[in-house]
């Protein structure tokens, strides 16, 4: 039970009447014409508004008739101060656009900056049906700048993670791979260090909490990486790494290690259930295995793979094998933000993939965005039952763009971005008729458009931000 929960009111159960609710429960799917009743930071009770006996307890009610409900979803790894460069890295592939874009960019934000964006970028994903998020942030990383970003997100009402970007000192998969190494400032020991002075100042079980992310199995101190996983355990939290998302990555580590990413992982004993790997395209089959007998998770972001021409994951023979896939945006400056978009790209990545309608479908990559979601935070949400934690969205599919809407659950994952009215985050409306309820919208975003337009002059960056760009085959 969260710091939030324990303050509010317990004698007040608030009715979410009328809506047709999508549970992710297999027991009952969908429910029509169906209410949620809320008390606390929990779900009292999901079932049909004729069924439910008890309505006189409600103290409050409010009418969703019309709405689709459905679990908030899950963002399993994104990186929100990335937006300050949102656009300007189109066009490049991985390597060069870490080299000549991302981390030049990281290197120059200051704690101001990450504050002003991360504000902008978690209020836009909650605004969008994200109710959880966990965020990469590399930029910069000591602890004062970390806690604050995690108030910052709560402020916005989001559940989720800051994962606190882990570089270490240069090795060799860094120079390889040409990593800016103003990056490499903290000793291993320094990095451990400030992480447990984040861990101190900003104890887990919040609505968000501070993990290690060691940042790529590649390019960091293999010691440091089992570090991370060490503290994890300990602190009883996950960890998260970005993993195989480019061959040539593979290719690196081979070289120097003798062996593929996750079969030394597996050697080193790592693997697990509390730790996630982002993107993971490039498993050979015997990775595929340890990953999934150690039930670790995957975090795919479909939108991002295509917008750096990555590579499409193995979904099938991961699941198959037991690794717990979810779904990430990988932020904005690589085309993500939306899960309804994920959802709806790694379907259609995944047919082509294998040739098959049959290798994906809409009520597949929903349980991804929100049930193996919660598997991933390691909370009890990504389903609508009674006793679970009360984070759920309400969707107005009533325009001509979403109807018919005859099978509901391909109608939210096809339409792309289906128009997020309201939020709810443990038992707290957040977002009310597609406004927030916590912020100042407008405030948020001004502040964040100064802090990116000073970045990008100090960065040295704004010949990336052109008029225009003449197409390859243009017709003139
Ligand atoms: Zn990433």
Same mark, same amino acid.
């Given at each position: 039970m969260t710091a939030t929960s324990k303050t509010r009111d317990f004698a007040e159960i608030t009715f979410y009447e009328g809506a047709d609710i999508l549970t992710l429960d297999s027991r009952q799917p969908l429910i029509r014409n169906g209410t949620i009743a809320v008390a606390g930071d929990r779900i009292l009770a999901v079932g049909s508004s004729a069924d439910l006996a008890f309505h006189g307890v409600a103290s409050r009610r409010v009418d969703w008739s019309g709405r689709v409900v459905m679990p908030g979803l899950v963002d399993g790894h994104s990186h929100l101060f990335q937006s300050l460069g949102r656009t300007l890295g189109d066009g490049l592939s991985l390597l060069p656009w870490l080299e000549k874009f991302m981390l030049p960019l990281a290197a120059h934000v200051r704690p101001e900056d990450a504050v002003a964006i991360i504000r902008? $970028? =978690?209020?836009?994903?909650?605004?969008?049906?994200?109710?959880? #998020?966990?965020?990469?942030?590399?930029?910069?990383?000591?602890?004062?700048?970390?806690?604050?970003?995690?108030?910052?997100? $709560? =402020?916005?009402?989001?559940?989720?993670?800051?994962?606190?970007? #882990?570089?270490?000192?240069?090795?060799?998969?860094?120079?390889?791979?040409?990593?800016?190494?103003?990056?490499?400032?903290?000793?291993?020991?320094?990095?451990?260090?400030i992480m447990r002075d984040c861990l101190a100042a900003h104890p887990t079980g919040g609505l968000v909490e501070i993990w290690p992310m060691p940042e790529n199995i590649v390019y960091l101190d293999p010691e440091l990486i089992v570090a991370c996983s060490d503290l994890a355990r300990k602190h009883d939290i996950g960890w998260q790494a970005h993993c195989s998302e480019s061959r040539f990555e593979v290719e690196i580590f081979e070289s120097i290690h003798?062996?593929?990413?996750a079969i030394w992982m597996e050697r080193e004993g790592v693997l697990s259930d509390r730790a996630s790997f982002a993107h993971g395209i490039w498993y050979d089959d015997a990775e595929v295995e340890v990953l999934g007998q150690a039930r670790a998770n995957v975090v795919h972001n479909p939108i991002c793979n295509q917008y750096l021409a990555s590579g499409i994951i193995r979904l099938g023979p991961l699941l198959e094998a037991g690794a717990n896939v979810t779904l990430g945006s990988d932020g904005t400056a690589v085309g993500g933000l939306s899960i309804f978009e994920a959802m709806k790209a790694g379907l259609l990545l995944q047919r082509i993939r294998e040739l098959d309608p049959l290798a994906t479908s809409a009520e597949l990559m929903l349980e991804l965005a929100t049930r193996r979601g919660g598997r991933l935070l390691r909370r009890d949400i990504g389903?609508?039952?009674?006793?679970?934690?009360?984070?759920?969205?309400?969707?107005?599919?009533?325009?001509?763009?979403?109807?018919?809407?005859?099978?509901?659950?391909?109608?939210?994952?096809?339409?792309?971005?289906?128009?997020?009215?309201?939020?709810?985050v443990n038992g707290d409306l957040v977002v009310r008729e597609g406004r927030s309820t916590k912020v100042d919208q407008e405030k948020v975003l001004a502040d964040a458009l100064q802090a990116t337009a000073s970045l990008i002059d100090r960065a040295g960056l704004s010949t990336l931000a052109k008029d225009w760009v003449v197409p390859r085959y243009s017709v003139g």
């Open positions: 902008l $970028a =978690a209020l836009n994903s909650l605004l969008n049906g994200t109710t959880s #998020i966990i965020d990469n942030h590399y930029a910069p990383v000591d602890a004062e700048t970390v806690v604050a970003l995690a108030t910052e997100m $709560a =402020a916005t009402g989001v559940r989720g993670v800051v994962a606190r970007g #882990i570089f270490g000192p240069m090795v060799e998969g860094g120079r390889r791979m040409n990593c800016d190494p103003r990056l490499f400032r903290y000793s291993s020991q320094e990095e451990i260090e003798g062996m593929r990413p389903q609508l039952r009674a006793g679970a934690l009360a984070d759920f969205v309400a969707l107005d599919m009533t325009g001509l763009a979403h109807q018919p809407a005859t099978r509901l659950a391909t109608s939210v994952v096809m339409a792309g971005l289906p128009p997020v009215r309201d939020v709810v």
